[in-house]
DNA sequence: AGCTAAATATCGAAA
DNA sequence: TTTCGATGTTTAGCT
């Protein structure tokens, strides 16, 4: 890991073009050649990068770029594409290298896929009765995330988001619709899941016949460590 | 801007839960308070972070904690949520902190917009005979994208993504329902027009009788430089 | 302010 | 390998 604190101009060329002008800033290389353009604040976002694979060249600059001040161009091309980042060094403040070693990454807890599992295992989180058919349910389109039984018998099935969005009820409405003309599951009744739902999609939801249920993660993790220590 | 070399662990409790493991990594802590977990791989995206608004308060290790080697703590806690990120530190490399300024920020060139632009001057990519009616044409859920009309006087109403998914096609489809019940209008053909077109939204797209029409964007360019030349 | 769509998205799993 | 959905998405545009 190299780290370069500088004053420079930034060009980037590929699916778009960008410029980025004269300001002070922090260049960090990876070892794997990719560069990132930070400044002092936005997101963890830099300003612009080039992802790996690609190669960084450093040269002098030409007459013309000398005479505007510039002490070094560093031409960052990646070596699949034709995507090519151009930083113009001025003035460098720092310039550091250290050795980190390969990472051994992160561990993550609390994804929706826990949640779809949660859900399979109370799956009488729909309402008393109801029996768990399959999760992942496939169809034509894509896999429903749960295919329940309510105690009458009807089929339900359930889209599953963390955050309950338009875009997942219109996805459950297409399993619906493709779902319904099975006469072995028909008719088939739907449910929205999610940790939060936005108002507009309940709406949506409501409007097309779909029930909305608001899932409690921390509760239903809860009953899952119960279980656990019961059995 | 204050960039650490440390030896550290990290945890982040928040919308999930994640551990990182003790490994050396650049702590990036901008003006803000914001902070960056970084490894030397990867893409742009740091293995942890916190985002603003928050605090970044440093404390002492306790006495377990300074017994396991940790020489310091990080908590950034963010102000409004309860997200918080905690940096166990043990060996510290180098601890350096640069005053960057405000920057001028990113300039870019080149979107979705401009697509629409080439298709609109190229309009015979949809079929020959093809003419441009007007892009943005309005209606009542949102302007059409470009409405053409085609060698034999139908109208064509064409949706542009520069990627094509499903939600694409959805928004084609109301704009067809709605503009097909105008008679001055009727019947209305559906384009779908993207750089890329994903299987499923092409499908769909099928199945509903739109078009799909697959649009390279450096061919489009390149006729749009040799028009500029002649003219 | 709130919501929707795009992004040089990135990332991981499944087919 | 490609495709597809989720993301602590972030970001920009619009109502």
């Given amino acids: 890991m190299r780290i370069v604190i500088?004053?420079?101009?930034?060009?980037?060329s590929g699916r778009l073009t960008a410029h980025l002008p004269l300001a002070r800033r922090v260049l960090m290389v990876k070892?794997?050649?990719?560069?990132?353009v930070h400044s002092d604040g936005g997101s963890y976002k830099p300003l612009n990068w080039m992802s790996p694979p690609c190669r960084l060249?450093?040269?002098?600059?030409?007459?013309?770029?000398?005479?505007?001040?510039v002490t070094g161009v560093w031409t960052v091309q990646n070596t699949k594409t034709d995507d090519r980042?151009?930083?113009?060094?001025?003035?460098?403040?720092?310039d550091t290298s250290?050795?980190?070693?390969?990472?051994?990454?992160?561990v993550k807890d609390g994804v929706e896929a826990h949640l779809q599992k949660l859900l399979a295992e109370q799956i009488t989180l729909l309402g008393d009765g109801h029996t768990l058919v399959r999760r992942e349910y496939p169809t034509a389109?894509?896999?429903?995330?749960?295919?329940?039984?309510?105690?009458?018998?009807?089929s339900v099935a359930v889209e599953?988001?963390?955050?309950?969005?338009?875009?997942?009820?219109e996805q459950l409405t297409r399993y619906l619709e493709l779902l319904n003309r099975d006469?072995?599951?028909?008719?088939?009744?739907?449910?929205?899941?999610?940790?939060?739902?936005?108002?507009q999609a309940r709406v949506l939801a409501t409007d097309r016949g779909i029930r909305c249920v608001v899932l409690d993660y921390d509760a239903m993790r809860g009953i899952d460590d119960v279980d656990s220590r019961l059995f």
Avoid at 6 to 12: E, G, L, Q, R
Avoid at 31 to 36: I, K, P, Q, R, T
Avoid at 57 to 69: N, V
Avoid at 141 to 146: A, S
């Fill in 141 to 154: 389109i894509g896999p429903v995330d749960i295919l329940a039984k309510s105690a009458g018998g009807a």
């Fill in 57 to 69: 060249t450093e040269a002098e600059p030409d007459e013309a770029q000398a005479q505007a001040g």
């Fill in 183 to 199: 006469p072995l599951l028909a008719p088939v009744d739907g449910v929205f899941a999610a940790q939060e739902i936005k108002p």
């Fill in 85 to 94: 980042l151009v930083v113009s060094l001025h003035e460098v403040l720092s």
């Fill in 160 to 169: 599953i988001k963390r955050r309950g969005d338009i875009d997942g009820v």
């Fill in 6 to 12: 500088a004053d420079c101009s930034v060009d980037y």
């Fill in 31 to 36: 070892a794997d050649g990719s560069v990132l």
């Fill in 98 to 106: 250290t050795e980190l070693g390969v990472d051994p990454g992160l």
